[in-house]
């Protein structure tokens, strides 16, 4: 168990619609990042958080945003859903405040499951 | 154009025996190599981290070496067991002011009885 939580575990919903997944760093991580993995896929960073600001933002499209809250859990919203954005979504968080946690732990979350029909 | 490529992209083993993945790199600046594994449907944990001074790591089971000058890393694996059937990802970190860590598409590794 890494320390990072996630939540929802699988979301099924519909073309068009929106959804928000939500993450918990582990306890004293101030970076929270958010990434993508499709099928068969590696894994895609999105966006990074630090203590509640923007870090460093890579390939996140214009429908997905995400904040970080004061006390440090993370939500990433998608909207306008497509079929190719089923996906596992991960969470990960380090201590780091350097941009992407290049030079330091991070540690990931178990996922969502997002499924678009 | 900053890569990572690993190598193979899928491969069986019988358990109890070696196995040696491979990761090959055109990253530049290099500030550091990861290994991590991620058990399927599972988030990525990781192995070792490894700076350019670094040539070899071990963490159980796991060995790691990198080689910055002709920019490689392997992974060893010794006496396999069936819970090491996962996907082992290479992840290598930018240096300087970029600071971006580029992943590799990872190899599937299926060890059976």
């Known amino acids: 168990d890494s320390g990072v939580t996630q939540t929802p575990k699988h979301l099924i919903t519909a073309t068009g619609q929106r959804v928000t997944l939500r993450c918990s760093p582990r306890s004293g991580d101030l970076s929270v990042y958010w990434y993508q993995q499709s099928l068969d896929q590696g894994l895609q960073f999105l966006i990074q958080?630090?203590?509640?600001?923007?870090?460093a933002k890579g390939n996140i499209l214009e429908r997905f945003s995400a904040q970080q809250f004061p006390d440090l859990h993370s939500e990433l919203n998608l909207s306008s859903l497509e079929l190719g954005d089923s996906a596992l979504y991960f969470c990960?968080?380090?201590?780091?405040?350097?941009?992407?946690?290049?030079?330091?732990?991070?540690?990931f979350g178990p996922g969502t499951r997002l499924t678009v029909t | 154009k900053n890569q990572v490529e690993q190598s193979p992209q899928s491969l069986i083993i019988l358990e109890g025996k070696n196995c040696t993945l491979q990761c090959n790199y055109t990253v530049s600046p290099f500030s550091n190599l990861r290994w991590y594994k991620q058990d399927t449907g599972r988030g990525p944990v990781s192995l070792t981290i490894?700076?350019?001074?670094?040539n070899t790591k071990s963490n159980g089971r796991y060995t790691a070496t990198l080689d910055a000058d002709t920019k490689q890393s392997s992974l060893h694996i010794t006496a396999s067991q069936l819970s090491d059937s996962a996907s082992y990802i290479c992840?290598?970190?930018?240096?300087?002011?970029?600071?971006?860590?580029?992943f590799g598409t990872g190899t599937l590794l299926a060890v059976q009885p």
């Open positions: 490894m700076t350019f001074s670094e």
């Open positions: 990960a968080s380090s201590v780091s405040q350097g941009a992407y946690a290049a030079s330091g732990e991070q540690y």
């Open positions: 958080y630090y203590n509640g600001e923007e870090r």
């Open positions: 992840v290598v970190s930018l240096g300087g002011a970029t600071n971006k860590l580029i």
